[in-house]
């Protein structure tokens, strides 16, 4: 394993670093913690690392001061505990200088080494070094991190382009405020864009056809390696009909019982708890995300459904035909990604007359009401929407209220309710 590790290295010295679209996070080394870079395969999380790598190659830090190594490598199989020593032999031995200098190392996928959190704690407590991990498990990351690391670590969670880096990938550059009506269209044209084909970084520049195939194949790979032998599921039959269900049916309440006696119903055999195990594994993995009711009772938390959302649009996109797509999904779908790459702990909320409220949450202090549709013109979905709210301000002192559109901005007139555009609200320009 030890030349395994030499050959990578080496390797790594040898190549330049990929050309990249920067993304906006904060990856800026903590003294004293490791950086752990949690999300789903192919979301940029190594392209990430290779920022950070880039950033330090400009500030004079030598390369031959970082490492790097991917423990999905073919070369790495099998890689253990024990063996982690040797990484620190073929990095140091042949530079004993360096142990006096700051280092940087970047460990992919490794998750894949168990028990990897003792050896990044030791490199942490006895090497003058910045360790970046990442991993596709934010269960298996966290628990490792909160048993091996003891407050060591930073959590960094790292998700398909922003719009705004969806923006630069495709070399649009907004330009100079306040925004003309030319860039207005051409804003409001990329954001359906972005609402339909999503965000992976490696499928921009692609076909339409192609980019289905592609993301079909992270969503393929996921299923199989992050949750199929991670957690040595037999039932594969139940958990691709779970997760297709969810993938046709986004940003809708989802019922474990409901859809335990649909499966029985077609002859499927199922456990009920293996569907809510399904349903934890797809989301340790950043496929889906479930959404709770807004509630200070525990009880109806658990009692009532969860919203089920994916990881990206292109997922969506490439599961869907032109007959199946909701457009009105797809948006919903995005506000609460956006929402959820901003750190906010978003809820659903139902009025007390029964009316339901897309995302709910608190920004300082504050609560935010939040619907979604895709038109305002048609009369009674106008009024079903700003009726919601209405209603849900209400029971919320001095909530905003925020209704994100397709296209649309204007604002009711009493100035409770702003109708936003979708390009403005990916923006935050509200």
């Known amino acids: 394993m030890k030349q395994a590790l030499e050959y990578l290295y080496g390797d790594f010295l040898e190549r330049e670093l990929p ?55 073919d070369r790495l199989f099998g890689f253990k505990l024990a063996e982690c020593q040797s990484i620190l032999d ?40 910045s360790v970046y991990v990442t991993g596709s498990s934010a269960r298996l990351l966290s ?15 790292v998700f398909p382009f922003s719009f705004e880096e969806y923006l630069q990938a495709h070399s649009f550059s907004q330009g100079p405020l306040p925004i003309g009506s030319r860039t207005r269209l051409i804003l409001n044209q990329h954001a359906e864009m972005y609402c339909r084909d999503g965000g992976f970084p490696e499928v921009q520049a692609v076909s339409k056809n192609r980019r289905r195939e592609i993301v079909q194949s992270y969503v ?17 039959e139940a958990l691709r009909s779970l997760l297709y269900h969810v993938l046709r049916n986004p940003a809708t309440k989802f019922s474990v019982n409901k859809f335990y006696l649909d499966l029985r119903s077609r002859g499927l055999r199922v456990a009920k708890d293996d569907l809510y195990a399904f349903l934890r594994h797809l989301t340790d993995a950043y ?7 807004w509630t200070r009772s525990e009880k109806k938390r658990q009692v009532n459904p969860k919203k089920m959302y994916v990881i990206d649009n292109g997922v969506l996109d490439a599961y869907s035909t032109d007959l199946t ?3 009105g999904a797809f948006l919903e779908n995005l506000v609460f990604l956006t929402f959820r790459r901003q750190g906010f702990n978003v809820g659903y909320y139902e009025t007390k007359q029964g009316h339901e409220i897309d995302f709910i949450f608190q920004n300082d202090g504050k609560t935010v009401l939040v619907q979604v549709a895709w038109t305002l013109r048609d009369e009674t979905t106008k009024e079903r929407e700003l009726r919601a709210l209405r209603e849900a301000s209400k029971e919320f002192e001095n909530a905003d209220c925020i209704l994100v559109t397709r ?13 936003l555009p979708l390009w403005r609200f990916l923006l935050r320009d509200c």
């Open 325 to 327: 797509a909701d457009h």
């Open 143 to 157: 628990s490792e991190i909160a048993t091996g690391l003891r407050g060591r670590s930073l959590d960094r969670e």
């Open 407 to 419: 296209d649309e901005e204007w604002t009711t007139d009493d100035n409770t309710i702003r109708v």
């Open 19 to 73: 050309e990249l679209t920067e993304r906006v996070c904060d990856l800026e080394p903590v003294s004293g913690k490791a950086l752990a870079l949690i999300g789903m395969r192919r979301v940029g999380k190594t392209y990430s690392c290779y920022q950070v790598m880039k950033d330090l190659l400009a500030r004079g830090v030598p390369k031959d001061n970082i490492l790097y190594l991917n423990f999905e490598d």
């Open 220 to 236: 393929d790979a996921v299923v199989l390696r992050d949750v199929v032998e991670r957690h040595h599921v037999s039932n594969v």
């Open 287 to 293: 496929l889906l995300f479930q959404v709770p009711i």
């Open 90 to 129: 073929v990095f140091y031995a042949p530079r004993p200088g360096k142990k006096s200098e700051q280092c940087y190392f970047f460990f992919d996928e490794i998750q894949n080494v168990e028990h990897w959190e003792r050896f990044v704690r030791r490199l942490i407590d006895t090497e003058q070094v």
